[in-house]
């Protein structure tokens, strides 16, 4: 037997054309955000890639043709420089403290929650009006593992990713009749900047050799030994921009090895 499509034929999955879409993914200027940033421009769509860090934002701004905005996140005025007319929505920045509960530092605690649940709050409302328009809209929150379970020494991580899921579950719920869904990407650790500095931070808090971090502590639970890569975590962001997605509302889609499943 022989199947009858060509090779050449894209399968339907990977068939995702943005153009005349605009984009904007929050901390594009590492990681994940990065990997969303040029994955949605080789989609063709116009990107705005936001980040405090500038000199990364111009990187990838100048690497995908999009536009760079150097913004913290943590300054509500400043989302308000943002753009408004957004099609699809990539909340992703975000980072890591880890300390157990008894020494985890308030106001580090407090700018997590800023940056990690009220900037995307404040970047929905600025972006849902444009989106509700068009009748046509893409959210799309990099949660995490942690924003189904917990880890010991992340209060703040996980108070948040948790945090993002239920405001994801409402945009999906009031966006719906607009045509706006909204879903959470969950993955497990990833080949990223953040996750290296975890390496030591881990390795001081447990008492173990750096070494052994990703073996005994970050891959512990999950039954794929091996980081996900970034590009994995496009790859999905991407795939829930497609016309084969639109009736996924309201999930969280785990890329986490199986870690889940145990
Ligand atoms: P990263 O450190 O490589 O990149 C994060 C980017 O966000 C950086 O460019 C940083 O400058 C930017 N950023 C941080 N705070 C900001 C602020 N206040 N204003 C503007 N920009 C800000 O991290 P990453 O690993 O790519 O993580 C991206 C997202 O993915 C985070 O939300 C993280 O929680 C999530 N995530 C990461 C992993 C992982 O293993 N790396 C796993 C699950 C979820």
């Not at 605009?22 to 989609?43: D, E, F, N, P, R």
């Not at 690497?63 to 996140?73: I, K, S």
């Not at 580090?108 to 929650?113: N, P, S, T």
């Not at 909204?182 to 447990?206: I, M, W």
Request: glycine share 10%; net charge negative.
């Amino acid at each position: 037997m022989t199947n009858v499509f060509p090779a050449s034929v894209p399968l339907p999955s990977a068939d995702v054309h943005l153009g005349g879409r605009t984009a904007l993914v929050t901390g594009g200027g590492s990681g994940i955000g990065k990997a969303c940033a040029v994955a949605l421009a080789a989609a063709h769509a116009t990107v705005h890639v936001v980040d405090k860090d500038g000199e990364s934002a111009k990187a990838v701004a100048a690497e995908t043709g999009g536009r760079a905005h150097v913004v913290d996140l943590a300054d509500p005025a400043a989302i308000e420089s943002l753009p408004a007319e957004v099609d699809i929505l990539v909340n992703n920045a975000g980072f890591q403290h880890v300390a157990p509960l008894t020494e985890f530092p308030p106001e580090r605690f407090a700018l997590m929650q800023q940056v990690m649940v009220t900037a995307p709050f404040l970047l929905l409302r600025r972006t849902l009006p444009h989106m509700y328009a068009n009748g046509w809209g893409r959210v799309i929150n990099i949660s995490s593992v942690h924003g189904l379970r917990a880890s010991a020494y992340k209060s703040a991580y996980v108070a948040a990713k948790h945090a993002l899921e239920g405001l994801s579950k409402v945009t999906a719920i009031e966006g719906a009749e607009h045509g706006v869904t909204s879903n959470c990407v969950n993955p497990g650790y990833v080949r990223t900047p953040l996750v290296e500095k975890q390496v030591g931070d881990q390795a001081a808090a447990h008492g173990i050799d750096a070494s052994d971090v990703l073996t005994d502590i970050l891959l512990a639970r999950s039954p794929i030994k091996r980081l996900l890569e970034p590009e994995e975590v496009a790859a999905a962001v991407l795939w829930l921009c497609s016309p084969h997605t639109a009736y996924i509302n309201g999930a969280s889609v785990p890329l986490d090895g199986g870690w889940g499943a145990g």
